[in-house]
């Protein structure tokens, strides 16, 4: 990995820049600045429908996909709840529409048959909220203990339909079981957490500013992985599908992996994306071990790096 690759494919011109994205099988969702949820295909490599256009061009904060349903979380609006044609010429059509408040940029998850998102209560905690899919009932759980914290990115985490969530004072909620008790409050720096990455060994935070905080699931033991102040602030984060690896993009539109072991860069990767990497997804093997990165340069790469 000491040679750095070539990206295998961009695709380009996804409108204001892409956010976010979903894999399906060998289909690539891509959600844009621009309120619109493009599908593209991973083999034929071509735009092969526009799912789902939001009307006031809201910017698309995640996409999910669950029971044949594609879930488009609109910043600030709602969870658009799609269901997906029987015939690839037919229009995804609208099932359910979950409102939502305006949270920061955080994302909504999907576990199981629950849909997750943000919000905060009347008292300004910030608030876990969940809803069956089959069930159009929100219940909510209070995140922490302190107001006016507003949680900033969340990730599924290990068993028991815990979540990783990422909080604007610097610190990582873990919230376990169907109550969504928030069991721990783990405090890393005093950035907000931007992005939050969780495998079955390690959890992972990154932040406006290094370093990346990666911190042990058996001890909870906190390391510091190191990176150039130029690269800004780190911005979409993961795990290699053997967790040996973090895979990390930043605001200057860099991406780079680092050993989990040595907390040392492995190969970095800076001349494809000109600003922000929004997303980043590392398949698992059955999948060749693809790497996606979406960009807010309009940019979507797909990579090899093993």
Same mark, same amino acid.
């Given at each position: 990995?000491?040679?750095?690759?070539?990206?295998?494919?961009?695709?380009?011109?996804?409108?204001?820049?892409?956010?976010?994205?979903?894999?399906?099988?060998?289909?690539?969702?891509?959600?844009?600045?621009?309120?619109?949820?493009?599908?593209?295909?991973?083999?034929?490599?071509?735009?092969?429908?526009?799912?789902?256009?939001?009307?006031?061009?809201?910017?698309?904060?995640?996409?999910?996909?669950?029971?044949?349903?594609?879930?488009?979380?609109?910043?600030?609006?709602?969870?658009?709840?799609?269901?997906?044609?029987?015939?690839?010429?037919?229009?995804?059509?609208?099932?359910?529409?979950?409102?939502?408040?305006?949270?920061?940029?955080?994302?909504?998850?999907?576990?199981?048959?629950?849909?997750?998102?943000?919000?905060?209560?009347?008292?300004?905690?910030?608030? *876990? !909220? /969940?809803?069956? @899919?089959?069930?159009? %009932?929100?219940?909510? #759980?209070?995140?922490?203990?302190?107001?006016?914290?507003?949680?900033?990115?969340?990730?599924?985490?290990?068993?028991?339909?815990?979540?990783?969530?990422?909080?604007?004072?610097?610190?990582?909620?873990?919230?376990?079981?169907?109550?969504? *008790? !928030? /069991?721990?409050? @783990?405090?890393?720096? %005093?950035?907000?957490? #931007?992005?939050?990455?969780?495998?079955?060994?390690?959890?992972?935070?990154?932040?406006?500013?290094?370093?990346?905080?990666?911190?042990?699931?058996?001890?909870?033991?906190?390391?510091?992985?190191?990176?150039?102040?130029?690269?800004?602030?780190?911005?979409?984060?993961?795990?290699?599908?053997?967790?040996?690896?973090?895979?990390?993009?930043?605001?200057?539109?860099?991406?780079?992996?680092?050993?989990?072991?040595?907390?040392?860069?492995?190969?970095?990767?800076?001349?494809?994306?000109?600003?922000?990497?929004?997303?980043?997804?590392?398949?698992?093997?059955?999948?060749?071990?693809?790497?996606?990165?979406?960009?807010?340069?309009?940019?979507?790469?797909?990579?090899?790096?093993?």
């Amino acid at each position: 990995m000491s040679k750095p690759p070539k990206p295998l494919f961009v695709f380009f011109g996804v409108e204001g820049g892409a956010t976010c994205c979903h894999v399906d099988g060998k289909k690539l969702f891509v959600g844009s600045l621009k309120g619109k949820v493009s599908k593209f295909g991973l083999e034929s490599k071509v735009l092969e429908q526009i799912v789902y256009a939001d009307e006031k061009e809201r910017r698309v904060q995640s996409i999910g996909f669950a029971d044949e349903n594609l879930f488009v979380h609109i910043r600030g609006h709602a969870i658009i709840q799609l269901k997906k044609p029987e015939e690839k010429s037919k229009e995804w059509s609208v099932v359910r529409t979950v409102e939502v408040d305006d949270v920061g940029f955080c994302n909504s998850l999907l576990i199981g048959q629950s849909l997750l998102f943000a919000s905060s209560d009347n008292e300004r905690f910030p608030m *876990l !909220c /969940s809803t069956s @899919l089959s069930d159009f %009932r929100v219940e909510s #759980f209070r995140i922490g203990d302190t107001a006016d914290n507003t949680p900033m990115h969340m990730t599924r985490g290990e068993g028991e339909g815990e979540v990783v969530i990422g909080m604007e004072d610097g610190r990582l909620a873990i919230s376990k079981g169907e109550n969504r *008790l !928030c /069991s721990e409050m @783990l405090k890393l720096g %005093r950035e907000p957490v #931007f992005c939050v990455a969780s495998c079955s060994k390690w959890m992972a935070a990154g932040c406006a500013r290094a370093p990346i905080f990666l911190v042990s699931r058996e001890d909870k033991n906190v390391r510091e992985v190191a990176y150039p102040p130029d690269s800004a602030g780190c911005s979409a984060i993961t795990f290699s599908p053997n967790c040996k690896q973090i895979l990390a993009g930043f605001w200057d539109g860099s991406i780079r992996v680092f050993s989990c072991l040595r907390l040392t860069v492995l190969l970095a990767l800076s001349s494809t994306h000109s600003s922000s990497i929004t997303s980043l997804v590392w398949l698992p093997p059955e999948d060749e071990e693809l790497v996606i990165a979406t960009s807010s340069d309009a940019t979507v790469s797909l990579w090899k790096l093993r």
